[in-house]
Structures are given as structure tokens and as C-alpha cells.
């Protein structure tokens, strides 16, 4: 009989460790698209969160956008923060960016180890300088643990993206950004301000985001081919009604200048159909729904009819923390 030892007994540990096979890579890895929130504009709805999404690829945890509540969508669907180290925003309007001081401040008050590094269109610096800044009082009263707190500062970075730009993130994942129509005035581009649609790829699978934007060439052009089109949505009849409702205090030319806004920086469902059958799209996810409050499924078939008037393809209208999967290709 064998007399059993440490040594003996480690080495049957170590000989089976050997002999074991190596745990290959996943032969597809992960292509996921969250919506965390799926509201539209700056009015907080009760069914819904502010704009917010999470876009898992091979291995990385990578937020879109950062409306009010990320953090605890986040939480909702049991990610925590140490788990993100990118953010990319599409534009700096505030109801895409509004949770992402809790991003940057909470993801520094636990320590989570590295540096989250945040993507965006020019003037991100600006607003992450000020959350920053902000964290001043925060940083200088520490969390009690009898030593100095990291400062805020070193606890994130930004790059500045521009119309066109391509970004290897490494494992394969490539991002492309194109300007958008948000932010035009009467057909031209805003010199000053940038809205921009990211493509993210995975190899050859690929999600392309609108954003917030309007009709735009840029938009189908950087869409052509993709597996999932992520696209916000007007209900623009509706929404306009509601707003008169609700603003009796508004001036008709706040109201006029509403409507223009809303009729020409958003895309009505006949557009989203248009932008996806021109660029083949394989699939339509819906979020960023701009309609008036109340549950969903009262606006679903005018919706589905707009984008059926060009498309024929799979459309899915996408709740708070649901998940659209994107296989490999066989």
C-alpha cells in the first residue's frame, strides 16, 4: 500500500494538472448588447431609465452612453463597477451623460485597480474635468481608513474622438465613429459641437449605435452590413401633442422650434426603416424611445408599420435590462 505524503500527494495534484487538457477560448466569444435604459429625452419616465447601455465583447464590460440610473441598472443585472474600464458617449447632451459622475465617482471611492477611460466627441474633456472637479471635497475628506485617498483625477481619462476615426481596442474589437445629424442647423453641420454613431466589432460580427441623430447618410454608411442596428425611435405626432398638453407655459415659438428639433435631429420609424434596409442590416433593436409617458405597447404597431414601410427584416423593441445577442456566423 502507498504510504500517502505532502510530496507524493502534490505530485499526483501536479501530474494531473499536467495530463489535464488546456481550456481552449470560447469559439464564440461574447457579442451582447444591454439596455440598461431605454427612455428618451431629459423627462424621467417611471417606466423607463435614461439613456444607458452595456456592450459585452470578448472579454470587456463597455458601457454606451450614461444616462441618469447607470449605476444602478448596473447593479439591477448583478455588474459591478470594477467590471468596466471604457465608456463611450455620443454626444454630451445630459441625458446621456447625467450618470456618469456616479460611474467615474463610485467606480474611484471602492479603488477598483485600473484606469477607466471614457470615449467621446469633443467637449468630454470638459465634462469629465468637471465631475472631477467635483470630487475635490469628496477626495479631500477621504474614506476613513486612516490613509490619503487616490486622487480623483488619476482615476480616469479621456480621449477625444472625431468624425471618421477608427480605434483597436485590441482582442479584436475595433470601434469606428461617424458624425451624425443631431446637431445640424438647417441641413449644415455645428462647427463647434459633434454627435457621433459608433460601429463596434468583433471580428466580423458588428452592432452599429446610432445614438441620438437624424436622418444621415454618415449613419447608414457606417452601418452597412451590420449584424444589429441599435436605433432610437420618435413618436413624433404623439410627443408633440403631449408637450402642448403638458407646457401651457410655452411660448409658440419654443413650441415651433420643439417640433423642428424633434422632426429633424430623431428618426421617425419610416427613417429607421429606410437607414436599415439601404445599409442590410441584419437585425433592428429600438431604445431611446421618444414618445409621450405611459407603457410601451400603445405606440408598438404605428412603430413596427413606419419601419415595415422599408424593412422587412427582424425588429425588436427593447426594454430596460434586456439583452440582444449577436452569434458567430457559421
Not at 505524503?5 to 489535464?20: D, R
Not at 423607463?48 to 465583447?57: D, F, G, H, V, Y
Not at 466589432?201 to 452601418?223: E, I, M
Request: aromatic share 4%; with cysteine; proline share 6%.
Amino acid at each position: 500500500m502507498m504510504k500517502w505524503t505532502l510530496g507524493s500527494g502534490l505530485a499526483l495534484v501536479a501530474a494531473a494538472v499536467a495530463s489535464a487538457p488546456a481550456v481552449a477560448a470560447p469559439a464564440c466569444p461574447a457579442l451582447r448588447w444591454t439596455t440598461l435604459g431605454t427612455a428618451g429625452g431629459p423627462v424621467p419616465t417611471a417606466e423607463r431609465s435614461e439613456p444607458a447601455n452595456l456592450l459585452t465583447i470578448g472579454d470587456r464590460r463597455i458601457l454606451v452612453d450614461t444616462g441618469d440610473g447607470t449605476v444602478d441598472q448596473l447593479a439591477r443585472i448583478g455588474l459591478d463597477l470594477g467590471a468596466v474600464d471604457t465608456v463611450f458617449i455620443s454626444h454630451n447632451h445630459l441625458d446621456h451623460t447625467g450618470g456618469l459622475a456616479a460611474v467615474i465617482g463610485l467606480r474611484w471611492m471602492n479603488q477598483y485597480p485600473g484606469v477607466l477611460t471614457v470615449y467621446g466627441p469633443a467637449g468630454t474633456r470638459a465634462v469629465v474635468d468637471g465631475i472631477v472637479a467635483s470630487m475635490a471635497t469628496p477626495g479631500s475628506i477621504g474614506f476613513g481608513l486612516g490613509t490619503p485617498p487616490p486622487r480623483p483625477a488619476d482615476s480616469v481619462r479621456v480621449v477625444e474622438i472625431a468624425d471618421g476615426q477608427a480605434l483597436d481596442l485590441g482582442q479584436d474589437v475595433t470601434v469606428r465613429a461617424a458624425a451624425n445629424s443631431h446637431f445640424d442647423h438647417d441641413g449644415k453641420p455645428d462647427a463647434r459641437n459633434v454627435s457621433l454613431s459608433y460601429r463596434f466589432a468583433l471580428g466580423a460580427r458588428s452592432v452599429t449605435y446610432t445614438g441620438d441623430t437624424g436622418p444621415s447618410a454618415a449613419v447608414t454608411a457606417l452601418a452597412r452590413g451590420s449584424d444589429m442596428f441599435v436605433s432610437e425611435v420618435i413618436a413624433l405626432d404623439a410627443l408633440l401633442g403631449e408637450i402642448r398638453s403638458r407646457r401651457k407655459d410655452a411660448s409658440a415659438d419654443m413650441l415651433a422650434g420643439m417640433e423642428r428639433h424633434l422632426s429633424t435631429h430623431h428618426l421617425k420609424p419610416e427613417a429607421i426603416g429606410g437607414i436599415a434596409a439601404e445599409a442590410g442590416v441584419g437585425r433592428v433593436v429600438l431604445t431611446h424611445f421618444a414618445v409621450p409617458p405611459g407603457p410601451l405597447p400603445q405606440f408598438e404597431p404605428a412603430i413596427r408599420a413606419g419601419i415595415a414601410t422599408r424593412y422587412s427584416g427582424a425588429v425588436d423593441l427593447a426594454r430596460d435590462l434586456q439583452s440582444f445577442d449577436v452569434g458567430c456566423r457559421s
